[in-house]
């Protein structure tokens, strides 16, 4: 595991732009295909929103080969959406994805002692979300310390989907060498979360309030801002894969793509 300079955080982000610059409609292709799986998926009552977890690792992994094989020359097909699923480690995979959902629903569930489960209800639709039910709660402070408590399943669970598929690890010693190569590398995440904060977060409000101020169209706003919110999620997926390559380096030759 290489040691880091903070600064490489932002370059992961520039990186991922690049390799969405460099195959564009292919990365489109495989990101509106994943939508389109999930919306199937979540018309299945209940079990749609847990497959959805399940199958997260698999289909980031797509992402990160489709990466991989723009290093190797390759072309990139909207079938590598599939990747992860043709994986010898596919069932490593979506024990790791189960893990995903119970990590998320033990930092949700740690809501409750923030603003009494106004959190939880509003994400599990079991009440209406505005601004009154924002004013009159913690809601807030809830969101904020679900994060707080999801922290360290991210970091442990960051590098573990490419370690299990291309370094076939076990899944908890992929979970193991995830959290600590996450942990050394402390400086340069938070220099990428700060950068995706920016990035994903303050430019995108910067654009919609000058679109605003441009046109007075809120239907327009949303127009455009569709698609940049599109772009902005491929190239957070993309950027997941230089940063596999900048802890552990570039996958073994062994670990062949399905596709090839």
């Keep these: 595991?290489?040691?880091?300079p903070a600064n490489t955080g932002w370059l992961w982000v520039k990186q991922g732009f690049g390799y969405?610059?460099?195959?564009?409609?292919e990365f489109s292709s495989m990101f509106l295909g994943y939508l389109f799986l999930m919306l199937i998926v979540g018309f299945v009552p209940i079990l749609g929103q847990i497959l959805a977890f399940v199958f997260l690792p698999l289909f980031t992994l797509a992402f990160m080969q489709a990466c991989r094989e723009i290093d190797q020359?390759?072309?990139?097909?909207p079938r590598l959406l599939l990747y992860g699923f043709r994986s010898p480690q596919a069932a490593k995979l979506m024990q790791l994805g189960v893990?995903?959902?119970?990590?998320?629903?033990?930092?949700?569930?740690?809501?409750?002692?923030?603003?009494?489960?106004?959190?939880w209800q509003a994400i599990t639709g079991q009440i209406q979300l505005n601004a009154k039910t924002v004013e009159d709660t913690n809601m807030i402070g809830a969101m904020f310390f679900s994060f707080l408590v999801y922290i360290p399943a991210l970091i442990a669970f960051w590098f573990a989907g490419p370690l299990i598929a291309w370094q076939?690890?076990?899944?908890?010693?992929?979970?193991?060498?995830?959290?600590?190569?996450?942990?050394?590398?402390?400086?340069?995440f938070v220099v990428y979360g700060l950068s995706w904060f920016v990035v994903g977060g303050l430019l995108p409000m910067f654009f919609s309030a000058l679109i605003a101020a441009i046109t007075?169209?809120?239907?327009?706003?949303?127009?455009?801002?569709?698609?940049?919110?599109?772009?902005?999620?491929?190239?957070?997926?993309c950027s997941f894969y230089p940063s596999y390559v900048?802890?552990?380096?570039?996958?073994?030759?062994?670990?062949?793509s399905t596709m090839s």
């Design 246 to 256: 900048s802890v552990f380096g570039q996958p073994a030759d062994n670990a062949e």
């Design 1 to 4: 595991m290489n040691q880091l």
């Design 73 to 77: 020359g390759k072309p990139v097909h």
């Design 168 to 188: 076939e690890m076990p899944l908890l010693k992929a979970i193991f060498y995830s959290f600590f190569a996450s942990v050394r590398s402390w400086r340069v």
């Design 216 to 237: 007075g169209n809120p239907n327009f706003i949303i127009l455009i801002m569709m698609p940049f919110s599109m772009v902005l999620n491929i190239i957070l997926y």
């Design 20 to 25: 969405f610059r460099r195959r564009p409609m």
């Design 99 to 119: 893990l995903y959902l119970v990590a998320a629903m033990v930092a949700l569930g740690s809501s409750f002692l923030i603003d009494d489960g106004v959190f």
